[in-house]
């Protein structure tokens, strides 16, 4: 059985994902963004090995997880579930000074790829919407363009699934692989959602714990368990490291 670290696992399909791998036995650890939203994934997923509080909008707080991650000891997996939505309506500033869905979707998921200790796979929850990302990467705090919600939503997901490839390409030891759940009717997703929610956690689940997949896919891109295409830009390497330095120069912090 594997260990398993799942961020943003008190709700929604982090919460699913969490359960489902528990009920299969492996051991999971947990992630919520503060000690009232730990114990409630706690009380939500029994069987959880434990469960880490930080607020992903704060770079020292996402530096301080990825220390008592590391000090909790190795992992096998780690899905990057952790997001904020689309919805918000105005520029959400967060202490460090960014905007709120940059520093949870992009700057949070490359802070903990650098600093954790690499497992054996990595999964990123993605999202069909990356294909309408600004692939310029212009002005990824926004400081320049009028506040656009869904765009900056949009922008953060083709960033991670330019960090999935990077990873891929960069680390050919690690499974790095990332998903489109699909528009699915969690707290995040709406009630309009038209995607089976039951199948939202299933493709993260089988990338991080299936025993089948320990010498393949890497730098895949899936939807419901099928290899599916992501935009071509996401594959650019220039692109990955054009990111990968404006995350350095944010954080601090040089991946490997």
Not at 30 to 58: C, I, M, W
Not at 221 to 229: E, G, I, M, P, T
């Amino acid at each position: 059985m594997a260990r398993i670290f799942i961020t943003g696992s008190a709700g929604g399909l982090g919460k699913m994902a969490a359960q489902r791998l528990v009920a299969q036995g492996h051991q999971v650890v947990l992630h919520a963004r503060n000690k009232t939203r730990v114990a409630e994934a706690l009380k939500k997923t029994p069987g959880a090995e434990a469960a880490f509080a930080a607020d992903l909008s704060s770079i020292a707080e996402t530096k301080a997880l990825a220390e008592a991650v590391n000090a909790s000891g190795h992992f096998d997996a780690i899905i990057h579930n952790a997001a904020v939505g689309y919805q918000e309506k105005e520029r959400l500033m967060t202490v460090d000074g960014l905007p709120q869905v940059f520093a949870v979707n992009t700057l949070a998921p490359y802070i903990l790829t650098t600093l954790i200790q690499r497992p054996k796979r990595l999964v990123y929850l993605s999202s069909s919407l990356h294909a309408e990302g600004d692939a310029t990467l212009q002005d990824l705090a926004w400081e320049n363009r009028r506040w656009d919600g869904p765009q900056a939503y949009s922008d953060s997901k083709l960033h991670i699934t330019l960090l999935t490839f990077a990873i891929a390409r960069l680390w050919p030891e690690v499974r790095s692989n990332c998903v489109d759940p699909g528009w699915v009717p969690t707290r995040m997703g709406g009630v309009e959602a038209t995607d089976a929610l039951e199948l939202g956690p299933d493709t993260q689940v089988w990338l991080a714990a299936d025993p089948s997949l320990d010498k393949a896919p890497t730098g895949g891109y899936f939807y419901h368990q099928k290899a599916s295409n992501a935009v071509k830009d996401a594959s650019d390497s220039v692109l990955q490291q054009r990111l990968f330095a404006a995350c350095a120069q944010y954080s601090g912090i040089e991946i490997a």
